[in-house]
């Protein structure tokens, strides 16, 4: 099944603790992204990736990492989390640019950050 | 600058009700757009898309959405809603690299 999986789906932690949530796809997808999303705020963008090792910023990549070491893996990295990172995040991907093709999302991470 | 506005923030509606959730946007290239929902406790799902041709465009569930060029708008709409249809739902526009999204709607049908 052509799917999007994140991990955690729920995390709680503490301010300064480093933390991971992996995005995996198995669509062969060349296009991923990380959003988050905010009430009344929709979903904005945190980083993207065109392809291996090719990463860039969004609209809101203050706080947070990002790799590309291999096509279906893009892990989102909070080196150190703050309060105003308590969100929810999805990541997607798609195969070209993440224009004009559809964007497959995950399930999404709900994390708190205390 | 590219934007997607959603102006009805809450919507509130009786079982077999229509429908009519707006969506405007503002760019003035070569616009392709999408309409998503997000199910309580779920991610995102396309809808349905718009990207050339008949400006009329039928997604799933019972969803369609016409695309306006003149009032720069991609209004969702379905003729009868269901209990089941409770959800979030956002309209985005395709941009270099991204989607730029809506704040979405909260739609709560009443049974």
């Known amino acids: 099944e052509a799917q999007v999986t994140q991990n955690p789906r729920y995390l709680i932690t503490v301010t300064g603790k480093k933390l991971t949530v992996t995005c995996s796809q198995n669509m062969n997808h060349e296009y991923m992204s990380w959003y988050r999303q905010d009430p009344g705020l929709g979903l904005r963008q945190i980083y993207y990736s065109m392809n291996v090792e090719v990463t860039d910023k969004g609209d809101v990549p203050e706080g947070y990492k990002v790799s590309r070491k291999e096509k279906r893996n893009f892990p989102l990295i909070l080196e150190s989390p703050s309060p105003n990172q308590t969100s929810l995040y999805f990541c997607?991907?798609?195969?070209?640019?993440?224009?004009?093709?559809?964007?497959?999302f995950g399930p999404g991470t709900r994390l708190l950050v205390l | 600058a590219q934007s997607v506005s959603q102006h009805n923030h809450h919507v509130i509606l009786s079982e077999a009700a229509s429908l009519e959730l707006g969506c405007n946007y503002s760019y003035g290239g070569t616009v392709n757009l999408f309409w998503y929902v997000q199910y309580p406790g779920q991610h995102l799902q396309l809808l349905l898309k718009y990207f050339s041709g008949d400006p009329l465009v039928k997604g799933i569930k019972g969803f369609e959405a016409e695309f306006i060029k003149s009032k720069f708008s991609f209004n969702l709409r379905k003729p009868s809603v269901q209990w089941s249809d409770t959800a979030e739902y956002f309209c985005a526009l395709s941009s270099t690299n991204k989607l730029i999204f809506g704040t979405g709607t909260l739609l709560a049908v009443q049974p």
């Open positions: 997607a991907s798609s195969y070209v640019r993440g224009g004009a093709e559809t964007q497959y």
